[in-house]
């Protein structure tokens, strides 16, 4: 029987997810170590790992916090609290057909990228190994990320969100929120790597041609990254399923912000979400530059399985995350 009183209030579920996501992103400006700065930026080997072991330890402070209020102020017992984490029971069927929707919303990329662009050849344990294991950025966009970042902002969170008795809507729009906003702090980042030796912090914030770039980067990662936290609570909350949120994130992460506007096969520039960091710009436009133009009909086909994958994601979004593990009535 579900009590009539919350065991926490709202307030206090909200104030504890601000206090993950501050326990996981201070200590990238705290240490030394962690800093961007104009010699070692947030994709520097050394910044990576240093980051890495900082994000276990604050994931690890952050689930000791939220076990002890489940298991104290909510009296959960052990099956309770593992499956309001979203991690035992397991329901490998709910878990694939949870990422098959994310994969059918992804249609249009997935079909530049494996067909128009030919990549499916190069797809394999090869490509894997040298995409993660053997790179620092990968390990950390596809696997330390999208671990780490489900376990606090869906894991942690929405449990305490059930747990204060929120609605499904409410959680749905609201935890993400938070998620989004923990992505502004790049643009301190950008500000802190392009400070020239001698330059003062404000100065380099005031400089326009870094301020404005970087508050559209921000505001455009806070967009992004909100409307993605809202597809992933939502799974979370149909299945209880970190797994599922897990592989939703990676995939969205190694597949990069879905192509909107311009002909298949043209690069658009600057990658906002950093997904080509190690390339120049100047590398990224002359590639662009020298491959020959696509017939325009590859870029209708695109756009078309591109529409029709969006509107297949929205008319199978019930069907296809449906569970008797869900953790809340919609």
């Known amino acids: 029987m579900v009590p009539t009183t919350p065991a926490i209030s709202i307030h206090v579920a909200v104030g504890l997810t601000v206090l993950f996501t501050i326990i996981y992103i201070a200590p990238f400006y705290f240490s030394p170590t962690l800093r961007s700065n104009s010699v070692a930026n947030r994709n520097t080997p050394s910044v990576i790992e240093a980051r890495i072991r900082a994000v276990i330890w604050s994931c690890v402070a952050s689930v000791v916090i939220t076990v002890s209020v489940l298991y104290f102020k909510g009296h959960a017992t052990p099956t309770e609290v593992f ?63 999208p671990v780490s970042e489900e376990l606090v902002f869906r894991s942690l969170a929405i449990s305490l969100f059930v747990l204060a008795q929120a609605t499904a809507q409410r959680i749905t729009f609201t935890s993400p929120l938070i998620f989004g906003v923990a992505h502004v702090h790049h643009l301190h980042e950008t500000i802190n790597s392009s400070r020239r030796p001698g330059a003062s912090y404000l100065s380099t914030a005031l400089t326009p041609s870094v301020i404005l770039p970087g508050l559209l980067r921000s505001i455009f990662q806070f967009l992004y990254t909100s409307l993605f936290g809202f597809i992933a609570a939502f799974i979370y909350l149909r299945t209880s399923s970190l797994v599922a949120c897990i592989l939703a994130h990676s995939f969205c992460n190694w597949m990069g912000l879905p192509r909107f506007w311009g002909r298949v096969g043209e690069e658009l520039g600057e990658e906002m979400l950093d997904q080509n960091a190690g390339d120049s710009m100047t590398d990224i436009l002359q590639a662009g530059a020298n491959d020959q133009r696509l017939s325009i009909a590859w870029t209708v086909a695109y756009y078309v399985v591109l529409f029709t994958g969006a509107i297949a994601f929205w008319k199978l979004r019930w069907s296809l995350t449906h569970s008797d593990l869900a953790l809340v009535k919609f």
């Open 83 to 145: 499956h309001l984490l979203g991690m035992c029971p397991v329901n490998l069927l709910d878990t694939a057909k949870s990422f098959l929707l994310v994969v059918i919303l992804f249609a249009g990329p997935l079909f530049e990228r494996a067909i128009i662009e030919g990549d499916w050849r190069t797809w394999g344990g090869a490509a894997i190994k040298a995409t993660v294991y053997n790179d620092l950025i990968g390990w950390r966009n596809l696997v330390v990320g």
